[in-house]
């Protein structure tokens, strides 16, 4: 049942084939293993179903500090993630275009889900019949999504693969699609790797749908001309990296989140050096501000209106690449 992953999966440093030691299996999936390396003998653990791909330590090099922090907030984040977002309806205009998003692409085949999360678009992808490849640094975030895929029966469709996404453990042109929703890859410090990396996993003819948060929204520019806060545009427009400050809903605690983010332009310039093609841009939240506190039951007539004028510009230019989150959709 799982040996569709075990023909996929390649050291995330040197890409050679893996060799598969099972301890412990059951129909489904390997709970315990080790995969192997022959020619950098690195050593890969599988614990509880999850495949542990993380490269050694030395080579995360100098950007190690970053990945433990990220990894630690995400797994606390793990915990009360899904409960955080439900009966917003901010967050549940979010989803419905991210599966807008993720439709246009015509999901099929095998397919990868870099920052899975909980597993929201994993879920959704299986049940559509793909197989899917959950993909996340943080372990708590994928004991989630395999504690889900139990309960709806569906773990002969899905891999969980904890690794980082300028690493990816996966042979080349294997994924007919590959998707990155919600800003998983603004997280990522090798950014440009990780989308070369898209791009050698991809098969000829397969398609992405990726969002992430941008950097030229519009609306950061208003809040701050409309504020005086000048001092912060400037500081906004000169970074292309900073930290986003996110509030866990059970504690109340801010924590600052390193992230890269992606200016438009640019982004579309790195997808074509990796040789893509049909690019096309789109954005949300480009007329509204996104409320993620939870204490919006409802929306009102004015945010309804602004929610209409964001479906009806998403993919028009100039409003395609000034919304809070741009998405992206290309083919290889
Ligand atoms: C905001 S969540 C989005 C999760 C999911 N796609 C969703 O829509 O709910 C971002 C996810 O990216 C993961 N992530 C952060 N940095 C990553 C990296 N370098 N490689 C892979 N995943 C990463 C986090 O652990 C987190 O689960
Ligand atoms: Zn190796």
């Given at each position: 049942m799982f040996e569709w992953i075990l023909d996929i999966l390649a050291c995330p440093v040197c890409n050679n084939s893996l060799e598969t030691k099972i301890l412990k299996e059951n129909d489904e999936e390997i709970i315990y293993g080790t995969l192997k390396c022959d020619l950098c003998n690195a050593k890969y653990p599988i614990t509880d179903g999850i495949f542990?791909?993380?490269?050694?330590?030395?080579?995360?090099?100098?950007?190690l500090a970053k990945y433990r922090r990220l990894l630690r907030f995400y797994d606390r984040f793990s915990e009360t993630y899904d409960e955080q977002y439900l009966n917003n309806p901010f967050f549940e205009y979010q989803r419905s275009v991210e599966n807008r998003i993720i439709n246009l692409t015509s999901p099929c085949g095998t397919v990868l889900d870099i920052g899975?999360?909980?597993g929201k678009q994993t879920l959704l992808l299986a049940l559509k019949g793909c197989k899917v490849v959950g993909l996340d640094i943080s372990k708590r975030m994928l004991k989630r999504v395999r504690e889900k895929a139990k309960e709806q029966k569906l773990m002969d469709k899905i891999a969980l693969v904890k690794a980082t996404a300028d690493f990816l453990p996966f042979k080349k042109l294997v994924f007919d699609r590959v998707y990155s929703i919600y800003a998983a890859l603004n997280h990522v410090p090798k950014y440009k790797t990780a989308f070369k990396k898209i791009g050698q996993v991809l098969k000829n003819n397969g398609k992405i749908a990726i969002t992430v948060i941008n950097k030229q929204r519009i609306l950061w520019w208003i809040y701050s001309l409309t504020n005086l806060k000048l001092n912060f545009l400037r500081k906004a427009l000169r970074q292309n990296d900073g930290y986003l400050r996110i509030r866990?809903?059970?504690?109340g605690k801010l924590h600052d989140i390193w992230t890269h983010f992606y200016n438009p332009k640019k982004l579309k310039k790195i997808l074509e050096e990796e040789k893509f093609q049909n690019i096309v841009l789109g954005g949300f939240f480009t007329f509204l501000r996104p409320k993620?506190?939870?204490?919006?039951?409802k929306f009102t007539r004015m945010e309804e209106l602004l929610i209409y004028l964001d479906r009806k510009f998403?993919?028009?230019?100039?409003?395609?690449?000034?919304?809070y989150y741009l998405a992206i959709i290309a083919k290889k």
């Open positions: 542990n791909l993380l490269p050694p330590k030395r080579h995360l090099k100098n950007h899975c999360g909980t866990l809903a059970k504690t993620y506190d939870g204490k919006h039951e998403r993919w028009k230019k100039p409003f395609n690449t000034l919304g």
